[in-house]
């Protein structure tokens, strides 16, 4: 065909650049590296010690496999917090391959943290001080509902912004398609990339706070347990909050760094 390049459309010019920029391995190679900085590193590093070196041991000594609801519960959990590694890694704009593996994975992930809430919700509140092994108390019902129930807030704002994302996609799409040139669909089509932006910003960063902090802090309470032993009195107390605090300082760091370079800082609100 004479002159393809020229003869092409738009939106066909736009399909062709996002096709190849994806496809392009250096950029992917970047892409990878970008994410996995620092703040992925180390709140990866949490969930690796929790999932491969705690529960293990946790899981033998609890003998958790006479338990299935309880072993369901934490096999859900640590599906939960395995999402949010691959997604916090796999992003969907380094390849179309990463993008439904992003997708995926994270429904998946979503979809355990609900059965995983309502397990433990259920274990915590059904077994109040019962007889015997697995006993639990309100000192630990409460505070193990309340991180659940903040849990499911980020899942699903974190859900509820990608869906928002998805949906300013197609009007987009429909408002690039109609080619309307017109003033007011130039500031239209403006006002809607703004609003993806900050749908996107939102995505990531209560994801974000999701990993870690609704899957590091029971992670992080049993890592301060190995260096201070036994939850009681003082220092206990003290272990916990520096947990938290170290966390909540993570994610701050983790999401201002991820937000800004992604969508640009000043757009999130
Ligand atoms: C804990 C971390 C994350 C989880 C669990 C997660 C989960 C999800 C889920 C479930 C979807 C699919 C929504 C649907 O259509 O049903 C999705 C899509 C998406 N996520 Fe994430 N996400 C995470 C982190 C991130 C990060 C860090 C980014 C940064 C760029 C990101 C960007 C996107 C984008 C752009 C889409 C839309 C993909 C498409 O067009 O289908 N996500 N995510």
Known sequence: MVGGASALNNNQRLNIQTKSSVMTSPTTVRGLLKNANLYWRLATGLAVWFLCFHTPVFWRQRRISRDTMLAVHIVTAAMVYLACVHNCLLTPS????????????????????????SLGAFLAWSR????GEGSTSLGFAIPITIGGILQLQCEYKGYRAIRKYKALQTEIDALRQAKMAGKMDRHRLQQLLVDQRVALGNHISWLLNLFVMACGIPAGIRLAEVFVPGDEGIQGILALLGVIGALQFLAGRYIRKYVSSTVGGALYT
């Not at 109040?128 to 007889?131: A, F, H, K, T, Y």
């Open 94 to 117: 380094l390849h179309a391959v990463t993008k439904w593996m992003h997708r995926w994975m994270g429904r998946i992930g979503l979809l355990s943290g609900l059965v995983s809430f």
């Open 128 to 131: 109040l001080n019962r007889v």
